[in-house]
T-cell receptor, first 116, second 108 residues
């Protein structure tokens, strides 16, 4: 079946512009995660959605970052007034559920964001 | 100190060698994941484990909860195993905390 898809695959933007990154999780997966991988750095957690519960935003680095998940499926990560340090690969993952049980996460191919 | 420490950071092996990558963590966890990332490629989940040992093909993952340590073993390594291997732990919550990764290169 289809895996997690992300769009665009690459995005180049000028400093100060807003960008939107999209994630389509695997159908039926209720949990959705956003991660960031900066050049030469490890992965870091950004935000997590589970069903209709309030999202866990504890990893968002600043108030310029926000995310929403409409209808419990597609998610959009928005970065306002982009800065050069926002340049990274943004990865989305989904899993069947979360909370008390741990499930494998299935990763999308990522969106490479370059802020010039 | 990072919550998740991996070793070695870089590893070069000859084809056919047995490879071990180690992961130590300092927090209580509900599960540990081993992930594989090929250059320019996406991330694939290899294992998720909370106790004992799992095997998939030439890959074996073990975890010792008391010692807060996990190992990923690759038997009969092959050049196509060349990738970054990442250990990630799920704390008692929602997020994964990642190690810095081990860059593995297997030479033919």
């Amino acid at each position: 079946g289809a895996g997690v898809s992300q769009s665009p695959s690459n995005k180049v933007t000028e400093k100060g512009k807003d960008v939107e990154l999209r994630c389509d999780p695997i159908s039926g997966h209720t949990a959705l995660y956003w991660y960031r991988q900066s050049l030469g750095q490890g992965l870091e957690f950004l935000i997590y959605f589970q069903g209709n519960s309030a999202p866990d935003k504890s990893g968002l680095p600043s108030d310029r970052f926000s995310a929403e998940r409409t209808g419990g499926s597609v998610s959009t990560l928005t970065i306002q007034r982009t800065q050069q340090e926002d340049s990274a690969v943004y990865l989305c993952a989904s899993s069947p559920a979360a909370g008390g049980n741990s499930y494998e996460q299935y990763f999308g191919p990522g969106t490479r964001l370059t802020v010039t | 100190k990072n919550e998740v420490e991996q070793s070695p950071q870089n590893l070069t092996a000859q084809e056919g060698e047995f490879i071990t990558i180690n992961c130590s963590y300092s927090v209580g966890i509900s599960a540990l994941h081993w992930l594989q990332q090929h250059p320019g490629g996406g991330i694939v989940s290899l294992f998720m484990l909370s106790s004992g040992k799992k095997k998939h093909g030439r890959l074996i993952a073990t975890i010792n909860i008391q010692e807060k340590h996990s190992s990923l073993h690759i038997t009969a390594s092959h050049p196509r195993d060349s990738a970054v291997y990442i250990c990630a732990v799920r704390e008692y919550g929602n997020k994964l905390v990642f190690g810095a990764g081990t860059i593995l290169r297997v030479k033919s």
